[in-house]
């Protein structure tokens, strides 16, 4: 009779292996009991010889997308007015820049919208206030910023500059294979050092990050000390960094 099955499969002994109910072999109770390299043990214990790294590549790419905000500010005795004056306003403005609007070179969004009351010194309202918002954007920098700069009865408001989506996705291939070369680079490195024959890859995650855009923020205060429009809006397009990262882990070998 093979030692294990003078184990006796009582239930008593099953308790103190951690286990519930009757095994089908008890072999397997004698293994559990005695800590034996089961794969069921094996679960949750970390994998011997894996190295996790990381690895980045960049580029730096001219922006070539505008967002310019424009808006409009009104005050009145009521609400009702001042609504008035904003959907008028708006609705000139939007006459204005649809019949130069192009698909990807000259766009047109609405922003926001808000009416709220003034409030006197006795705590009572006194008036009604508020403000509309366009988003004028597109990669022709030159013409959104000049049609922003003569809205009638709007003023420039926010300007941002970034990476367009075509620019971003046309250089991320070649971005995405320099970090993935410098991953391999380093995981050969790692098996130099500490003295392997080679790995194997057991994950891998691969990320790209454009920083977003900047805004502006001198634009706004002219806006809000009653600038009704900017004769001239000079736009300088900087440079973003496009970067992609390759992380994972490697088992030596």
Same mark, same amino acid.
């Given at each position: 009779m093979?030692?294990?099955?003078?184990?006796?499969?009582?239930?008593?002994?099953?308790?103190?292996?951690?286990?519930?109910?009757?095994?089908?072999?008890?072999?397997?109770?004698w293994a559990l009991c005695l800590g034996a390299p089961l794969p069921l043990l094996a679960q949750g214990? =970390?994998?011997?010889?894996?190295?996790?790294?990381?690895?980045?590549?960049?580029?730096?790419? =001219?922006?070539d997308w505008i967002t310019v905000t424009v808006?409009?500010?009104?005050?009145? =005795?009521?609400?009702?007015?001042?609504q008035a004056h904003l959907r008028r306003t708006l609705d000139q403005a939007l006459a204005h820049i649809r019949p130069r609007e192009r698909a990807g070179r000259l766009e047109v969004a609405s922003g926001g919208f808000q009416v709220q009351p003034r409030y006197g010194r006795d705590g009572q309202i006194s008036g009604w206030q508020g403000g509309a918002e366009l988003l004028l954007r597109g990669r022709d920098v030159a013409a959104v910023a000049a049609l922003?700069?003569?809205?009638?009865?709007?003023?420039?408001?926010?300007?941002?500059?970034?990476?367009?989506?075509?620019?971003?996705?046309?250089?991320?291939?070649?971005?995405?294979?320099?970090?993935?070369?410098a991953f391999r680079?380093?995981?050969?490195?790692?098996?130099?050092?500490?003295?392997?024959?080679?790995?194997?890859?057991?994950?891998?995650?691969?990320?790209?990050?454009?920083?977003?855009p900047e805004p502006r923020p001198l634009l706004r205060a002219m806006a809000a000390n009653g600038a009704e429009a900017v004769p001239a809006l000079p736009v300088e397009p900087?440079?973003?960094?496009?970067?992609?990262?390759?992380?994972?882990?490697?088992?030596?070998?």
């Open positions: 093979p030692f294990a099955r003078m184990i006796p499969r009582t239930p008593a002994v099953l308790a103190r292996c951690g286990l519930r109910g009757a095994l089908s072999s008890s072999a397997v109770v214990v =970390p994998e011997a010889n894996v190295v996790h790294l990381s690895a980045q590549a960049e580029q730096r790419l =001219p922006q808006a409009v500010r009104h005050q009145a =005795p009521d609400a009702a007015a001042v922003a700069a003569e809205l009638p009865g709007m003023a420039v408001t926010g300007l941002q500059m970034s990476l367009s989506r075509e620019a971003a996705r046309q250089a991320e291939a070649a971005v995405r294979a320099q970090a993935i070369d680079q380093q995981a050969a490195e790692v098996v130099r050092a500490f003295g392997f024959q080679g790995y194997e890859l057991r994950e891998v995650h691969v990320g790209t990050q454009t920083p977003g900087g440079q973003a960094v496009l970067q992609v990262t390759v992380s994972g882990a490697v088992r030596l070998k």
